[in-house]
T-cell receptor, first 115, second 109 residues
Framework: DGGITQSPKYLFRKEGQNVTLSCEQNLNHDAMYWYRQDPGQGLRLIYYSQIVNDFQKGDIAEGYSVSREKKESFPLTVTSAQKNPTAFYLC??????????????FGSGTQLSVL | RKEVEQDPGPFNVPEGATVAFNCTYS??????FFWYRQDCRKEPKLLMS???SGNEDGRFTAQLNRASQYISLLIRDSKLSDSATYLCVVRDYGQNFVFGPGTRLSVLP
């Protein structure tokens, strides 16, 4: 079955540590996104990528980095510069940017907590 | 002003009730509109796209008013399984998806 796979489901970070969240999709979608969700809040865009080897900052990119070396993969690194990383992280994809009613498909999320 | 605003909630309704969610958006150039449903600590799932003429899917009806920049979702004969957070999502042509904060619904037996 096609879909988006995020791993791990739960992740713990020590102070000063960088951690990487994995996101893989086999939907052949061009666009991929990373969102952060805090308790009781909506989703906020961290980074997005429309094509391989290209990505743009979202609204809250500080303290995060991404890469898009393959169409299927869009890993997110939470760096030590992100002082409040505890949140639920969601990866998503869509067929392509620019077509109306293109829907977002989500992975099951990663809960990141600070030790 | 936030780009997408929703009723703050939570809504607590008895089974069988009709409940309406409201959403407003600030960017008049917005092109696509959606309602997503999110269960606690799960990923959002598409409930409905919202078309200009309005659309219905079983117990769910979505309406769009472009002049007022307003979107609504109506749930009739609510079930216990409808309990979730409902997210209003707006997309500008060629741009990204903007999420509202969500409205939590609890359907009570």
């Amino acid at each position: 079955d096609g879909g988006i796979t995020q791993s791990p489901k739960y992740l713990f970070r020590k102070e000063g540590q960088n951690v990487t969240l994995s996101c893989e999709q086999n939907l052949n979608h061009d666009a991929m996104y990373w969102y952060r969700q805090d308790p009781g809040q909506g989703l906020r865009l961290i980074y997005y990528s429309q094509i391989v080897n290209d990505f743009q900052k979202g609204d809250i990119a500080e303290g995060y980095s991404v890469s898009r070396e393959k169409k299927e993969s869009f890993p997110l690194t939470v760096t030590s510069a992100q002082k409040n990383p505890t949140a639920f992280y969601l990866c998503a994809s869509s067929i392509t940017v620019g077509r109306s009613y293109e829907k977002l498909f989500f992975g099951s999320g990663t809960q990141l907590s600070v030790l | 002003r936030k780009e997408v605003e929703q009723d703050p909630g939570p809504f607590n309704v008895p089974e069988g009730a009709t409940v309406a969610f409201n959403c407003t958006y600030s960017n008049s150039a917005s092109q696509s509109f959606f309602w997503y449903r999110q269960d606690c600590r799960k990923e959002p799932k598409l409930l409905m796209s919202v078309y200009s003429s309005g659309n219905e899917d079983g117990r769910f009806t979505a309406q769009l008013n472009r002049a007022s920049q307003y979107i609504s979702l109506l749930i009739r004969d609510s079930k216990l399984s409808d309990s979730a957070t409902y997210l209003c999502v707006v997309r500008d042509y060629g741009q990204n998806f903007v999420f509202g904060p969500g409205t939590r619904l609890s359907v009570l037996p």
